[in-house]
């Protein structure tokens, strides 16, 4: 009697024979969009090996830092390939400093027929592959029009929240059906992507008209891609996402954060030095003792506000690590450093808090939140730093200064309960805008000695952050759907 044997399993199919796909991501040139972009590629990358990346980087006219932070992060991830984008003409420091999110988004569209021309001699032209899709950076929807008219599919990638995302489309509807504009006069607004009814005070990023209508008409552009990908997860934003999702008028979402980048670029040897003193500062305080303060790379007071903060902080008696940023010279738009504090704190402040206290120009973000001394951070509220600061359940002291940080810190302190109010609708640009000495203190003080149930929340959702990456957990399984989506041709 013959006895059958088994059959060998056959092996997989290499990736030389599996069907490869290529992306090409546009995003807008500027640091926090950047980092999170290249984090998602090189998400794609480590969950699919089967993609080809291509990344389109628009100059930074203004911040040549952007442009180097640009190289440095290619540098340290060589399976993504990177083509500039020719330099166009400058917007005049004047019209963008006067009307900023409009002419930033002219000068992004102007950029267009350079793209198209990148994605057909560049890529197209030389890829092995096809291309599944042009992911093109929320404030980067006109390329949407470059990807029809080319017949490839395109996505929006959204490094903000999905909070946001839902207010750009409130925003779209709320013009299309000829409701009027934002007035103070209107208190709160129900704005159907936040839990709680919205006041006018945190929205000045649309006060403006040109903003208003900027953002309802990305709002409204966003509808023509085949998808939108928001760095968060639905357990955060649960409210959000319910909301966008029981929409079958819009494209599909896919949830793939908290995208964080814990390794960064590399660092020069100054950047080097700088992080190993301020971390060996970090491993002699005690834990959750250190107040940390950041506001991003465009966040930088006045002389005034600088001193009251100084006030502040002392009379809180915490210890603090405190980045300092100068505010624009003259016909420029991007903050500097100091060379010496000793011109604008006080010498008795210096000499007062030297043994609490360290102020430094530059930090290294990711690596102070994760570090065991680090007991609440002073923040703008600006996504990314969001994502960051509960990813290692720090919890937050919100001041948001510019773009949609005081939408989040609404959301944040209202809706999700992960942080303690200093302000909500503190604006840089506005010369009347200031916080009191006493407020920060207190604030401070109440994180510090009463924030107890404000600290456990963020770690457990820094637990829940980080599940959802793992097999299985939302972010997961949205990811799985996203490339599907892109290998498949399921749009």
């Known amino acids: ?49 089967n993609f080809l990346i291509t990344m389109l980087v628009i100059n930074n006219p203004y911040d040549p830092s952007v442009n180097s932070y640009v190289e440095s992060l290619f540098a340290t991830h060589t399976q993504i390939k ?42 197209m032209a030389n890829s092995p592959a096809p291309v599944a899709s042009v992911i093109v950076d929320f ?27 839902g207010l750009t489309v409130y925003l779209s509807e709320r013009e299309d059906g000829g409701q009027p504009k934002f007035r103070e006069a209107d208190l709160d607004y129900t704005i159907p992507s936040y839990a709680n009814p919205v006041p006018y005070r945190v929205l000045p990023l649309v006060h403006r ?25 639905s357990e955060l934003e649960s409210h959000a996402v319910n909301t966008l999702v029981a ?32 971390m060996k500062w970090l491993d002699d305080q005690q834990e959750n003792s250190v107040v940390f303060l950041c506001f991003g ?36 738009i991007v903050p500097g450093y100091y060379t010496t504090y000793d011109e604008i704190f006080p010498e008795e402040f210096l000499e007062k808090t030297k043994n609490i206290g360290r102020i430094c120009g530059w930090a290294p973000q990711v690596d102070v939140l994760a570090h065991r001394a680090v007991g609440a ?50 604006r840089r640009d506005c010369p009347t805008d ?15 000695e009463h924030g107890s149930e404000y600290r456990d929340k963020a770690k457990a959702t820094g637990e829940i952050a980080k599940q959802v990456l793992l097999e299985g957990g939302s972010s997961y399984v949205a990811f799985g759907r996203l490339i599907e989506q892109w290998l498949g041709n399921k749009l």
């Open 1 to 49: 009697m013959s006895v059958c044997k088994p059959k060998t399993p056959e092996p997989p199919p290499s990736t030389s024979t599996m069907k490869r796909a290529q992306l090409v991501f546009v995003p807008c040139p500027g640091i926090g969009h950047l980092v999170s972009t290249v984090g998602f590629a090189k998400l794609i990358l480590e969950r699919n090996e």
């Open 82 to 123: 990177s083509i500039a984008i020719p330099a166009i003409a400058d917007p005049p420091v004047e019209a963008l400093t006067e009307n900023p999110e409009r002419v930033f988004i002219q000068f992004i569209r102007d950029h267009g027929p350079l793209v198209k021309d990148a994605i057909v001699n560049q890529v």
């Open 139 to 165: 404030l980067c929807a006109c390329f949407i029009d470059v990807a029809k008219e080319l017949g490839v599919p395109s996505h929006v990638f959204f490094c903000s929240d999905a909070a946001f995302y």
């Open 209 to 233: 008209d040109p903003a208003y209508e900027t953002f309802g008409a990305l709002g409204r552009k966003y509808r023509e891609s085949n998808g939108v990908i928001i760095n968060t997860f």
């Open 247 to 278: 929409r079958d008028d819009l494209p599909s979402i896919f949830t793939v954060g908290p995208l964080i980048d814990h390794k960064g670029r590399g660092l020069s040897g100054s950047e080097a030095a700088k992080r190993d003193e301020i």
């Open 297 to 332: 790379s465009q966040g930088a007071f006045r002389e005034e506000q600088l001193k009251e903060i100084a006030i502040g902080l002392e009379r809180s008696g915490q210890p603090f690590l405190w980045a300092v940023r100068k505010p624009p010279s003259p016909g420029e």
């Open 377 to 426: 951070f002073v923040s703008h509220c600006g996504w990314n730093s969001t994502l960051e600061s509960l990813w290692y359940g720090v919890p937050i002291i919100t001041w948001p200064s510019y773009g949609e940080q005081q939408i989040n810190a609404f959301q944040l302190v209202k809706d999700l309960g992960l942080a303690v109010e200093l302000t909500l609708d503190f």
């Open 434 to 448: 200031f916080v009191k000495a006493e407020d920060i203190t207190k604030a401070v003080k109440y994180m510090m």
